[in-house]
């Protein structure tokens, strides 16, 4: 095969990843929350500086400059995603809550991992879950993993008569003429969301922070607690541009065409040179 048919080859590979994130984007148009993702491609030719192994025999009919030989194609280089937030729509239930703001997250526990690891979501629409054979309920997502609050998971005793989640993310029941806060959500402040890793379920993690050389505090940090944060009775929608998914769909899908007449070019090119008598 030749390397033109090589390089066509390898990117169509790659615009196929494509595909399949503005698919996902799409089929996330309408959850609560979602963050877009946008791929960004780069040429394979930067991975062959300096890939020669200094035999001083392979010098000498080399066509390109020196440290460089000749590229392979195209490849998605990362598929970033987009902080932003959604529109904010009302929906009048008082377990929905939504995040004014960019880089604002609820923390939850992560039940797969005995409730060790915390996960962060933009995703406030909540649930309340019965705790074992208790009169307890507990404050959940929609998977039955925790809402931690200042203090740890958000446990009420039922049997109240209404609740509502305040701006400063107290939360307060009624029974009869009385009020209570049974709690308060810990709504922290991502200062370097970009680190964040997608784990699925709408759900993000931070990854080893040791490894890249940052501490705790330099990425997380708590609200500042005079900033109300969250508006209540409401949820935050997919930030995702549906008419500049389907634009970038086409885009894709000609790019993915023309690399595979490339081959087919390539491919009758060489049935005529087989011809040649």
């Not at 030749?2 to 080859?9: H, Y």
């Not at 959850?31 to 192994?53: C, D, H, M, P, W």
């Not at 200094?54 to 590229?71: A, C, F, H, K, S």
């Not at 997919?238 to 500049?244: A, F, G, H, I, L």
């Amino acid at each position: 095969m030749s390397r033109m048919m090589i390089q066509a080859a390898v990117t169509m590979d790659q615009l196929q990843h494509k595909l399949d994130l503005i698919g996902n984007n799409m089929a996330n148009s309408q959850t609560t929350g979602y963050k877009s993702r946008e791929a960004e491609f780069s040429s394979l030719l930067f991975q062959q500086i300096n890939n020669v192994s200094g035999d001083p025999e392979n010098e000498g009919n080399r066509l390109t400059p020196e440290g460089i030989r000749v590229g392979s194609g195209a490849k998605l280089g990362t598929a970033n995603l987009d902080f932003t937030s959604g529109t904010i729509t009302e929906t009048g239930r008082a377990l929905d809550t939504a995040l004014r703001g960019d880089n604002y997250f609820y923390q939850i526990q992560d039940t797969e991992n005995d409730g060790e690891v915390i996960r962060y979501t933009r995703d406030g629409s909540f649930h309340l879950s019965p705790v074992n054979d208790t009169e307890d309920v507990m404050l959940t997502t929609s998977d039955g993993n925790p809402v931690l609050g200042q203090t740890g998971p958000i446990v009420m005793e039922d049997g109240f008569d209404s609740i509502d989640i305040q701006a400063n993310g107290q939360i307060m029941v009624g029974r009869g003429d009385q009020t209570e806060v049974v709690g308060e959500l810990d709504i922290v402040e991502v200062i370097r969301p970009q680190l964040l890793e997608a784990t699925g379920d709408n759900n993000f993690q931070l990854p080893d922070l040791a490894e890249l050389g940052f501490e705790m505090d330099e990425i997380i940090q708590a609200t500042d607690p005079t900033i109300d944060v969250i508006q209540s009775n409401a949820l935050e929608r997919s930030n995702v541009d549906v008419s500049k998914q389907m634009t970038d769909l086409i885009t894709a899908q000609r790019s993915y065409q023309f690399n595979a007449q490339t081959i087919s070019i390539g491919d009758e090119m060489k049935g005529l040179i087989n011809q040649l008598r």
